[in-house]
């Protein structure tokens, strides 16, 4: 499973970042790695750098192998809360959506 991580000009994607994306990623969501090819993660701010509450947003795309991808996102005071909030949503949409599956 690769983890791609995109960044908008006002939040700085370094390496530290990066490390903790791919941390998230694969503790929540690592149980579904056979199933998925990639995830990509998008984080912006989106009142542009001004200061404000729940204004750092994370999008999250799972692909799934022969299946169309899930996305999901959410807003935070923080792009760790953020990033943490997307992973928890992504781990219950797959839940869900995989676990009809198999039932």
Known sequence: ???ILNTDSNIQGDEALAGHVDG????????FAPQM??????LSDVNG???GDQDKRCVME?????RQPMSVDNDAD?????ISGAAHKL????????GRLAG
């Open 37 to 42: 090819t990639r995830v990509e993660v998008h």
């Open 1 to 3: 499973m690769k983890v």
């Open 91 to 98: 781990k219950r949409a797959l839940d869900s959506s995989l």
């Open 78 to 82: 923080t792009v760790r809360a953020a």
């Open 49 to 51: 750098g001004k200061a």
């Open 62 to 66: 799972a692909r799934l192998e022969g």
């Open 24 to 31: 998230v990623v694969e503790s929540v969501l690592g149980r």
